[in-house]
């Protein structure tokens, strides 16, 4: 290696010759080396094309020079608390960077370029100039950003993106925000959200409608709603998110309406006319693939019962459909599941969803599978136990028996030698009556949902749950996402004065079959999905089978 004549830094000649994945330059010698040379780091630094992890902070460096894209396999650049004014627009180029740490500098502005980084995960721009970002539409694996101290008025537009499904954290603190987007609830994943220290005088009642959104800061703004402003300085995450999700339905029932007696009367017609429809495919359908799950006999002493249908295009993506789905099925798990005692319900993004699905029962300790919002595997008796400890911290913390989410249904488990569980070819995909694995969670980019849902007591409780399930998706909303006037033309559906057709749900079958291969139910079959029988129905359901029933 060579610099020009120059001395070659010990650190960088040391990852050469050990031929090193990582380079960590901080402090007042290196920053005096750079003062030495021009304010230029040594060139040799982008010639450790294998460098995966290069660390410069605490210096005066004022300028990185074009030549970082020579370093193509890095995949954390720390490049903190120095003099940055500007980065080059090569940045761009480094298309393995993971993690990238800018703060505590003098940028003002920061190439477009650097939205080109797909595999981006976490961002530190804290204490900047900055008051506008890169694109950040194609960041899909980006899960923390930090914008705090920076000179942000407004957040950007893109950043109410569902593109952005995994970000979890963002940190836009000690700003001067002065309003927010609404297309900020579109975000699926986010956890946290700091918005401390800004000007903002309103919060958008639909923020509640993130999912996952669990602390939201607003500490140091100027709000004008006193009942909010009050809970902010109590410092209460959760009845916060509870008053805007209050504010949320309320601000719903005031969109302007009709008040006409005429109108009211029209619209009460208009209920009358309209229909619902089912469209069901073939578990063999051309069009679609469906899956097929093989049951096995062990089954039968400990969770006999299971049917799953594919709910195909549902839209997830409009704003609070998640949310709303999600609610449904916590409502029906209450209320016609009788608190999971008769049957339980999970649903699994199907493209996460291997073949070869197996439903059967397992010693726990024999079982493993990563939780529902859990980051590691592990074994299903150790995850019981480790729950049952958090719940029994619960009860002493809350000094009351009565235990909320997952840990009410524990005891439902604690007399079973075995468990029951859904796996695919790679994985365990559910441990009912108790959880779902995250390799199939749902999001709002979801498109096709696999629905199972098992009992212990009867099958017919299962077809009765799915059938509610059913009834509720369209009561709100949660629909297959279709052009209905084509489907109208497609089908030669009835679209008149006296039956107009409102909303499709895509339905198709999925087969259970045994160890050996032979049919033991195709659901649903031409007997199930009777809503004709089904009292106090607000709007009539159809079912259209695309297939020969013959």
Same mark, same amino acid.
């Given at each position: 290696?060579?610099?020009?004549?120059?001395?070659?830094?010990?650190?960088?000649?040391?990852?050469?010759?050990?031929?090193?994945?990582?380079?960590?330059?901080?402090?007042?010698?290196?920053?005096?080396?750079?003062?030495?040379?021009?304010?230029?780091?040594? @060139? #040799?630094?982008?010639?450790?094309?294998?460098?995966?992890?290069?660390?410069?902070?605490?210096?005066?460096?004022?300028?990185?020079?074009?030549?970082?894209?020579?370093?193509?396999?890095? *995949?954390?650049?720390?490049?903190?608390?120095?003099?940055?004014?500007?980065?080059?627009?090569?940045?761009?180029?480094?298309? #393995?960077?993971?993690?990238?740490?800018?703060?505590?500098?003098?940028?003002?502005?920061?190439?477009?370029?650097?939205?080109?980084? !797909?595999?981006?995960?976490?961002?530190?721009?804290?204490?900047?100039?900055?008051?506008?970002?890169?694109?950040?539409?194609?960041?899909?694996?980006?899960?923390?950003?930090?914008?705090?101290?920076?000179?942000?008025?407004?957040?950007?537009?893109?950043?109410?993106?569902?593109?952005?499904?995994?970000?979890?954290?963002?940190?836009?603190?000690?700003? &001067?925000?002065?309003?927010?987007?609404?297309?900020?609830?579109?975000?699926?994943?986010?956890?946290?959200?700091?918005?401390?220290?800004?000007?903002?005088?309103?919060? %958008?009642?639909?923020?509640?409608?993130?999912?996952? $959104?669990?602390?939201?800061?607003?500490? =140091?703004?100027?709000?004008?709603?006193?009942?909010? +402003?009050?809970?902010?300085?109590?410092? /209460?995450?959760?009845?916060?998110?509870?008053?805007?999700?209050?504010?949320?339905?309320?601000?719903?029932?005031? +969109?302007?309406? =009709? /008040?006409?007696?005429?109108?009211?009367? /029209? /619209?009460?017609?208009?209920?009358?006319?309209?229909?619902?429809?089912?469209?069901?495919?073939?578990?063999?359908?051309?069009?679609?693939?469906?899956?097929?799950?093989?049951?096995?006999?062990?089954? #039968?002493?400990?969770?006999?019962?299971?049917?799953?249908?594919?709910?195909?295009?549902?839209?997830?993506?409009?704003?609070?459909?998640?949310?709303?789905?999600?609610?449904? &099925?916590? +409502?029906?798990?209450?209320? @016609?599941?009788?608190?999971? !005692?008769?049957?339980?319900?999970? *649903?699994?993004?199907?493209?996460?969803?291997?073949?070869?699905?197996?439903?059967?029962?397992?010693?726990?300790?024999?079982?493993?599978?990563? %939780?529902?919002?859990?980051?590691?595997?592990?074994?299903?008796?150790?995850?019981?136990?480790?729950?049952?400890?958090?719940?029994?911290?619960?009860?002493?913390?809350?000094?009351?028996?009565?235990?909320?989410?997952?840990?009410?249904?524990?005891?439902?488990?604690?007399?079973?030698?075995?468990?029951?569980?859904? &796996?695919?070819? @790679?994985?365990?995909?559910?441990?009912?009556?108790?959880?779902?694995?995250?390799?199939?969670?749902?999001?709002?980019?979801?498109?096709?949902?696999?629905?199972?849902?098992?009992?212990?007591?009867?099958?017919?409780?299962?077809?009765?749950?799915?059938?509610? $399930?059913?009834?509720?998706?369209?009561?709100?909303?949660?629909?297959?996402?279709?052009?209905?006037?084509?489907?109208?033309?497609?089908?030669?559906? @009835?679209?008149?004065?006296? &039956?107009?057709?409102?909303?499709?749900?895509?339905?198709?079958?999925?087969?259970?079959?045994?160890?050996?291969?032979?049919?033991?139910?195709?659901?649903?079959?031409?007997?199930?999905?009777?809503?004709?029988?089904?009292?106090?129905?607000?709007?009539?359901?159809?079912?259209?089978?695309?297939?020969?029933?013959?």
């Amino acid at each position: 290696m060579t610099n020009s004549g120059k001395k070659i830094w010990p650190e960088v000649q040391k990852v050469h010759e050990t031929k090193r994945y990582e380079l960590i330059l901080i402090g007042s010698e290196i920053s005096k080396r750079i003062e030495d040379n021009d304010g230029m780091l040594d @060139e #040799n630094i982008f010639k450790l094309k294998n460098l995966n992890f290069l660390e410069i902070s605490r210096t005066k460096l004022a300028t990185i020079p074009k030549q970082i894209s020579f370093i193509e396999n890095l *995949t954390s650049f720390l490049c903190h608390s120095n003099e940055l004014v500007e980065l080059p627009a090569e940045i761009g180029l480094l298309k #393995n960077l993971k993690n990238l740490d800018l703060s505590n500098n003098k940028i003002v502005r920061l190439p477009a370029e650097i939205g080109n980084l !797909t595999e981006l995960f976490t961002v530190n721009l804290s204490g900047n100039l900055l008051d506008s970002l890169f694109p950040l539409v194609k960041l899909s694996k980006l899960a923390v950003l930090d914008i705090s101290r920076n000179n942000f008025k407004s957040l950007p537009d893109d950043l109410g993106s569902v593109q952005l499904e995994h970000l979890a954290e963002l940190n836009a603190s000690f700003n &001067q925000l002065e309003e927010l987007s609404q297309n900020l609830a579109l975000l699926p994943s986010l956890k946290l959200f700091n918005l401390e220290n800004n000007t903002l005088t309103n919060i %958008p009642a639909n923020l509640s409608q993130c999912v996952k $959104l669990k602390d939201l800061l607003l500490k =140091e703004n100027k709000l004008k709603d006193n009942r909010l +402003k009050k809970l902010v300085e109590q410092n /209460k995450m959760k009845p916060i998110i509870e008053y805007l999700e209050k504010t949320y339905v309320e601000e719903l029932k005031k +969109k302007p309406q =009709e /008040k006409s007696k005429a109108s009211k009367k /029209k /619209k009460i017609v208009d209920q009358a006319n309209e229909y619902d429809l089912i469209k069901i495919y073939h578990c063999q359908d051309q069009q679609f693939i469906s899956k097929e799950i093989m049951i096995n006999e062990s089954v #039968n002493d400990v969770r006999p019962f299971i049917l799953c249908v594919i709910f195909r295009s549902i839209d997830l993506e409009t704003n609070g459909n998640l949310k709303k789905f999600l609610n449904l &099925q916590t +409502k029906l798990h209450d209320e @016609e599941c009788q608190k999971r !005692t008769l049957a339980t319900i999970a *649903t699994h993004d199907l493209q996460n969803v291997g073949d070869k699905l197996c439903y059967g029962v397992e010693d726990p300790t024999k079982i493993e599978l990563v %939780p529902l919002g859990r980051k590691n595997p592990i074994e299903a008796s150790e995850y019981f136990f480790k729950l049952m400890d958090e719940a029994e911290a619960e009860r002493k913390a809350k000094k009351r028996n009565q235990l909320s989410g997952i840990y009410k249904y524990l005891s439902l488990l604690e007399k079973q030698e075995k468990f029951a569980f859904l &796996q695919d070819s @790679e994985t365990i995909i559910s441990l009912p009556p108790l959880t779902n694995a995250e390799k199939t969670r749902m999001s709002q980019s979801t498109k096709d949902v696999l629905v199972e849902i098992t009992s212990s007591v009867s099958l017919e409780i299962c077809k009765k749950v799915m059938e509610k $399930l059913i009834i509720g998706m369209f009561q709100v909303g949660i629909v297959s996402k279709l052009d209905l006037s084509q489907q109208v033309e497609d089908l030669n559906l @009835e679209n008149n004065e006296e &039956q107009k057709l409102r909303q499709i749900i895509l339905v198709q079958q999925v087969k259970i079959v045994d160890s050996k291969s032979c049919l033991k139910n195709v659901y649903p079959s031409r007997v199930d999905f009777n809503f004709k029988e089904v009292a106090n129905l607000s709007t009539e359901i159809k079912v259209l089978r695309m297939y020969d029933e013959n």
